[in-house]
């Protein structure tokens, strides 16, 4: 059972002091509370499901969050010609929260519900933690446009922001930008028949990341229980390792294009290029098991860039008694690892305990970012004398354990030895392009939207794949398995085949056996309307529309939009069976009295 409370205001108060000068001051805030109680009655069912005794255990948390920011704005457009807009303020964010955790067993009675509390417990097991957290953040920013005469437009920021995120040395962290755009159109040596207006843009700026966790800073003593001798002895432990040297992430941006719309606005056309460079990059590092230090350790781990190209087409125009309105983009994007800081020669993401404790992301400098990895294989052994030739110098079998319709796996260094040696770069979550199509079409009284989005080019890592098919971990096994898994009688299976005991480890090590394109193209929307004339209402419109009724795929997993989300380089790209997106059909009405 839950209970919560919770009371949510913004205030805003603008004042003007002139006709050019405004000061404005914004409050808002978030207090809530809450109450989780839950218990965990006494069950005997067989010997392997029961539980002896009962537990009784209590949540309860206060967050207090607000924002106070107060600025003051000067607006003046001087002869018609100049235009001046300056913006500066101090703004301050407070974030803070804390819990009580507790539990106890041994309820007198495990019917009665009037006596699920700490208190009515006699149990000798009793458990209770509590922490609160603060996250603060200060800022001074101020900001600068100028126009001259509806031709040049310049922009200029600096802000200063204070993050407690980061140790007190480091807190602060300061981040400027300008921008510049030239409406050519404007210009009286311009003269175009075909063109209706045309802008060049350029811009270079800094935002500040402080995306850790806020125990990242700190270290951390936990505790254990242990049986020793017989008797309980209570441990404590470095449960996290401080990092004393974090520091903020700096990101810069630098950009440059061209806009254009021709023939009356009936064509419109966009190119710009980007250059995203996040020095300083931070990112939870988790460390080898030999260096005995526990967990995730919080790092400014190195320089990561992002760049490429965004392409805008749009088509606008009446045909007899059609209107169309179509707009395209495409898009590029390269992310590389420029620079990785001492110590950190490759970042790892996903250490999978199941794939033989390795780890299925790699970063390395002057790579592509957060690839997967794993070993290569080529094909799967058909028979006895396939395993044999698949041997060292010395006639060494390479896989000992192999039998016929077991993966043949790479020795990709050819030290005649399969080990994590033989570990390389198979599959690259980023597509090689992606963008949409927007297409609205009006008939007479008829309307049709639709919005289709694709990407091209990106492997999936589609980690359902090592248990569906291999029978290894007594979970249910996909539908249609026997026909997708080697046997003598269907040798040219894409999965091999299908046993209870892996030797080879064909699902034990992460390989390009669960890489797969995850190209795809979708509808994302379709919608159908028709209006009607009908008095006493100025619109009656009836429509049908759908969601999601349409992907176009080769990708075997249930959704091929999985890398649409995620670290880029911990998890980007990988399938954990996540739920699809659903399809959805909708009869609406619009009205307008």
Known sequence: ETQFFGFFSNTQLDYNITSDLTISSQLGFNISNSRSDAFSPQFFTNPNQQREINTVFRNTR???DYVLNNTINYKKNIDGKHYINLLGGVLYDSQRTNYLNALRDGVPDNENPDLRYIDAAVGERIE???NEAVDNIFSGIFRAIYSYDNRYFFTGSVRSDQSSRFPKGNRTGVFSSVSFAWDVDSEKFFKSETIDNL?????VGEVGNQNINREGQFFSVGSGNFALGGDRVVTNFLSQFGNTGLQWETVRDQNIGVEMSMFNSAFTFSLE????????????????????IPGLVAQNVGSFESKGFDLQLGYAKKLGEFNVDLNFNISTNESVAKRLAPGNEQLFGQNRPDLGNRFI????????????????????????TEINAHSSENGSLIQPNAQPGDLKFRDSNNDGVLNDDDLTVIGDPFADFFGGLTANVQYKKFDLSMQWYGTFGNDVFNYPTTFLYSGVQDVNIAKGA??????????????PRLTQVDRNGNYQRASDLFIEDASYLRLRNIQLGYNLKINGFKKFRVYVSGQNLLTLTKYSGFDPEVAAGGNVINDFGIDYARNPVTKTFLLGLNLTL
């Not at 992301?361 to 052994?381: A, N, R, S, W």
């Open 128 to 130: 209770a933690s509590s």
């Open 273 to 292: 290029y980007y250059k995203k460079v996040s020095d300083d990059l931070l990112f939870n590092v988790e460390l080898p098991n030999y260096t005995g």
């Open 482 to 495: 026997l026909d997708n898994v080697w046997s003598p009688e269907n040798t040219g299976a894409q999965y």
């Open 62 to 64: 206060e967050d207090f």
């Open 199 to 203: 802008r060049f843009k350029l811009g």
């Open 361 to 384: 992301k790699i970063t390395e400098q002057g790579e592509t970012v957060g690839l997967f990895y794993g070993f290569k294989t080529d094909g799967i052994f058909q028979n006895q």
